[in-house]
């Protein structure tokens, strides 16, 4: 009833290839992700960058107005 000598170096050879396939599919992973996704996304960009957003000073009732308008297009539209 006692494990055998046989039976340890099978389990510990079953842990030894479970353990290298997950390392060689962890491998291919992250070559697939560094291969195919962005680099860094937020990096500053190179050439004639322009800037989209711009910070605008309003009044607070303006901004009101503006926010109750974008409100009821959305509730009629939908978007």
């Not at 050879?13 to 353990?19: N, Y």
């Not at 910070?55 to 503006?66: C, G, I, K, R, T």
Request: hydrophobic share 50%; proline share 5%.
């Amino acid at each position: 009833m006692g494990v055998t000598l046989r039976r340890l170096m099978e389990l510990v050879r079953f842990f030894l290839v479970f353990i290298t396939c997950s390392l060689v599919c962890y491998a291919v992973v992250m070559f697939l992700s560094d291969r195919f996704l962005p680099g860094n996304p937020y990096r500053e960009p190179h050439g004639n960058a322009v800037k989209v957003v711009k910070a605008v000073q309003n009044e607070p009732s303006a901004d009101f107005e503006w926010y109750l308008r974008r409100m009821q297009l959305f509730y009629l539209v939908g978007e």
